[in-house]
């Protein structure tokens, strides 16, 4: 099974930065596309931003030009630096990633427990 660990939220002022860290941890054969989802109080789960195993990216437009994701394969983890925040940036943030537990296991995805960002005005 694919555990996700994410770290890295907190609270912090607007027009500050924050950088969440997700790592795929246990017994898998591969991790595939990696992630960022965020819920807002009394809002739908929205992808934030997604990025493929060779490193192609999206993101949602409300972040563009301010959150960079990134990973680190060797580590099976999932970066995403948040800059320029604003309050419409505060939500839970969930790290995705979609892959296989075994080489016979279908692709499935898994969700990490969710980071609490806040940001302040």
């Known amino acids: 099974q694919v555990q996700l660990v994410e770290s890295g939220g907190g609270l912090v002022q607007a027009g500050g930065s924050l950088r969440l860290s997700c790592a795929a941890s246990g017994r898998f054969f591969s991790i595939n596309n990696m992630g960022w989802y965020r819920q807002g109080a009394g809002k739908q789960r929205e992808l934030v931003a997604a990025i493929t195993s060779a490193g192609s990216t999206t993101y949602a437009d409300s972040v563009k030009g301010r959150f960079t994701i990134s990973r680190d394969n060797a580590k099976n983890t999932v970066y995403l630096q948040m800059n320029s925040l604003k309050v419409e940036d505060t939500a839970v943030y969930y790290c995705?990633?979609?892959?296989?537990?075994?080489?016979?296991?279908?692709?499935?995805?898994?969700w990490g427990q969710g980071t609490q960002v806040t940001v302040s005005s």
């Open positions: 995705n990633a979609d892959g296989r537990a075994t080489i016979r296991s279908i692709s499935r995805d898994y």
